[in-house]
Nanobody, 115 residues
Framework: QVQLVESGGGLVQAGGSLRLSCAAS????????VGWYRQAPGKQREMVAT???????DYAESVKGRFTISRDNAKNTGYLQMNSLKPEDTAVYYC?????????WGQGTQVTVSS
């Protein structure tokens, strides 16, 4: 069983930056795609950024040019660098890793951007 632990969330002013981390237990991480999703109060969970096995990233239009997804397979860790944060980025951010046969979610980390 894989466990994911997110960290790096917090309170930041608009225009600031945060770096989220997603640490995975076990040795499956390098065989997985990795993604970040977020859920704001009263809204559905949405994709923020994903990175496939070939390390090709994909971003939601709302974060393109501001967020960067990356991974370090040697550390079994995924990252989301968030720059130029806006109040509308406020949400709980979740990490997900998956293969063709299994999916794992982290518990989420709160990101709050004040105006």
């Amino acid at each position: 069983q894989v466990q994911l632990v997110e960290s790096g969330g917090g309170l930041v002013q608009a225009g600031g930056s945060l770096r989220l981390s997603c640490a995975a237990s076990g040795s499956l991480f390098s065989e997985c795609a990795v993604g970040w999703y977020r859920q704001a109060p009263g809204k559905q969970r949405e994709m923020v950024a994903t990175m496939n096995m070939a390390n090709l990233p994909d971003y939601a239009e709302s974060v393109k040019g501001r967020f960067t997804i990356s991974r370090d397979n040697a550390k079994n860790t995924g990252y989301l660098q968030m720059n130029s944060l806006k109040p509308e980025d406020t949400a709980v951010y979740y990490c997900k890793i998956w293969t063709s046969y299994s999916t794992y979610w982290g518990q989420g980390t709160q990101v709050t951007v004040s105006s």
